[in-house]
């Protein structure tokens, strides 16, 4: 088992913070983002809205979710180890590979199987996680 990303937030203040905490280098992306494309400055402020900046933002917590990444039998381990998050698995009970993120914040345990394509079923889970446990949060 092995365990990837920054924010492993244990309550709602806490994921707060760290999204709060985010914001700057979130507009910053967007902007050096525009920039790169060649936005006037009239064409920026047409089409760098809030919600362009917030999705970076909801993007970037996302991506820097903490996932655990294992066999089903360390993830049983672990989901027995935290009786008190409810189980949100996306996937087939047939898969033996399973990429996992605790959101005690949201009283949930958020996973999904995979067979080979570690990569993509880690990025598919913190999209999973964000939406199913903090975008209420936030």
């Given at each position: ?40 400055r009239a064409e920026y ?94």
């Open positions: 088992m092995h365990a990837e990303g920054l924010l492993a937030p244990a309550t709602a203040d806490e994921a707060r913070a760290a999204y709060d905490d985010l914001a700057p280098a979130a507009r910053t992306v967007v902007r050096e983002t525009a920039k790169a494309m060649s936005f006037d402020g047409e089409r760098v809205t809030a919600d362009v900046v917030e999705t970076a933002l909801d993007a970037l917590f996302a991506s820097l979710l903490e996932v655990r990444v294992g066999s089903r039998a360390e993830f049983e381990a672990f989901a027995e180890e935290h009786p008190d998050l409810d189980r949100a698995v996306e996937g087939s009970d047939e898969v033996e590979r399973v990429a996992w993120h605790a959101a005690p914040a949201a009283d949930l345990l958020v996973a999904a199987t995979f067979h080979e394509e570690e990569e993509a079923a880690v990025g598919t889970l913190r999209r999973q996680a964000f939406g199913k446990a903090y975008m209420d949060l936030l």
